[in-house]
C-alpha cells in the first residue's frame, strides 16, 4: 500500500484541472458507453435502463457482460456474482489508494465506487497534487462520460437499426494513452516489461485464456517481487 507522491500543488480548480485529465478518457468511454447503450436496447430493455445502470452500475466490461445475461433470463444473483469476479482486480485498486482516499464518508464511498481502471490511472499519473477534490472530480467526471455515452446509444438503439462496428477499439486505443502515461510517469518500466512478458508466456500456453493468465503471473511477480514496486515507489518520491 501506497500513498501518492509529493507534488506541486495545482493552482487551477480542482474541476478545471480534473476536467482536462479526463478528456482522455472520454474518447474512449462516450464511443464505449454508446455502444452499450445501443446493445442494451437493442437487447430488448427500455433507454432509461441503459442510462440506470452507467450510473448506479459503472462496471465497464461487466456492464457488456450483462446484457446477453439478461437477454437469456439469467437470475440477478448470478450476474451480481459475475460481475463481483469481473471487478474483483479494483479492490487492489482501492487497498493501494487508501491512505489517500477523502475521510469524508459520502465522498469516500463515492471514490471507491467509482474507480475504474482508467481513473486509477489518471489520479496514480497527475502532475500536480492530487488532492481529494480533484481525484473525486476525476471519479466523477469519467463516470459522466460513460454516462453520456451510454445515453447517446440507448436513444440511437431505441430509434434506428444500426451497426456500431469499431467502437470497441477505442477501449484499445484509451490503454495504450493510460500505458504511456503510467511510464512516462515512473522512472522504472520494469511493471510494463514483466506485463508484457507475462502475455508472452500466456499466449505461449493458451492464447483463449491469455489475458486471464497474464494476469495471475503479474499479480504473483508483484507478490514475489515487493521490492521492485518498493523501489519504484521510492524513486518516484524525489522527482
Known amino acids: 500500500m501506497h500513498d501518492l507522491p509529493p507534488q506541486v500543488p495545482d493552482p487551477a480548480p480542482p474541476a478545471i484541472s480534473a476536467l482536462a485529465l479526463t478528456l482522455p478518457v472520454a474518447m474512449g468511454y462516450i464511443p464505449l458507453g454508446t455502444v452499450f447503450g445501443f446493445l442494451f436496447v437493442q437487447a430488448g430493455a427500455a433507454w432509461w435502463l441503459a442510462v440506470l445502470a452507467s450510473v448506479f452500475v459503472f462496471a465497464g466490461a461487466?456492464?457488456?457482460?450483462?446484457?446477453?445475461?439478461?437477454?437469456?433470463?439469467?437470475?440477478?444473483?448470478?450476474?451480481?456474482?459475475?460481475?463481483?469476479?469481473?471487478?474483483?482486480?479494483?479492490?487492489?485498486?482501492?487497498?493501494?489508494?487508501?491512505?489517500s482516499l477523502p475521510q469524508g464518508r459520502l465522498l469516500r464511498w463515492y471514490l471507491v465506487f467509482g474507480l475504474t481502471d482508467e481513473t486509477y490511472s489518471v489520479v496514480t499519473t497527475m502532475p500536480h497534487e492530487p488532492?481529494?477534490?480533484?481525484?473525486?472530480?476525476?471519479?466523477?467526471?469519467?463516470?459522466?462520460?460513460?454516462?453520456?455515452?451510454?445515453?447517446?446509444?440507448?436513444?440511437?438503439?431505441s430509434?434506428?437499426?444500426?451497426?456500431?462496428?469499431?467502437?470497441?477499439?477505442?477501449?484499445?486505443?484509451?490503454?495504450?494513452?493510460?500505458?504511456?502515461?503510467?511510464?512516462?510517469?515512473?522512472?522504472?518500466?520494469?511493471?510494463?516489461?514483466?506485463?508484457?512478458?507475462?502475455?508472452?508466456?500466456?499466449?505461449?500456453i493458451s492464447a483463449p485464456h491469455a489475458m486471464v493468465i497474464a494476469m495471475a503471473l503479474?499479480?504473483?511477480?508483484?507478490?514475489?517481487?515487493?521490492?521492485?514496486?518498493?523501489?519504484?515507489?521510492?524513486?518516484?518520491?524525489?522527482?
Open 159 to 204: 430509434q434506428a437499426r444500426v451497426t456500431l462496428v469499431g467502437l470497441d477499439f477505442a477501449l484499445a486505443a484509451l490503454f495504450c494513452v493510460l500505458t504511456v502515461e503510467q511510464w512516462r510517469a515512473r522512472k522504472s518500466s520494469s511493471a510494463l516489461w514483466v506485463a508484457l512478458v507475462a502475455y508472452a508466456l500466456a499466449w505461449a
Open 131 to 157: 488532492g481529494h477534490r480533484k481525484m473525486v472530480w476525476v471519479a466523477f467526471l469519467n463516470q459522466a462520460w460513460w454516462v453520456l455515452g451510454s445515453l447517446f446509444g440507448a436513444v440511437i438503439g
Open 62 to 99: 461487466a456492464q457488456y457482460m450483462m446484457i446477453p445475461m439478461m437477454a437469456a433470463g439469467t437470475s440477478v444473483g448470478a450476474i451480481a456474482l459475475a460481475t463481483l469476479v469481473v471487478n474483483l482486480r479494483h479492490v487492489f485498486y482501492g487497498l493501494s489508494l487508501l491512505n
Open 218 to 239: 503479474s499479480v504473483a511477480c508483484g507478490v514475489l517481487m515487493p521490492s521492485m514496486g518498493k523501489a519504484e515507489t521510492g524513486e518516484s518520491r524525489h522527482d
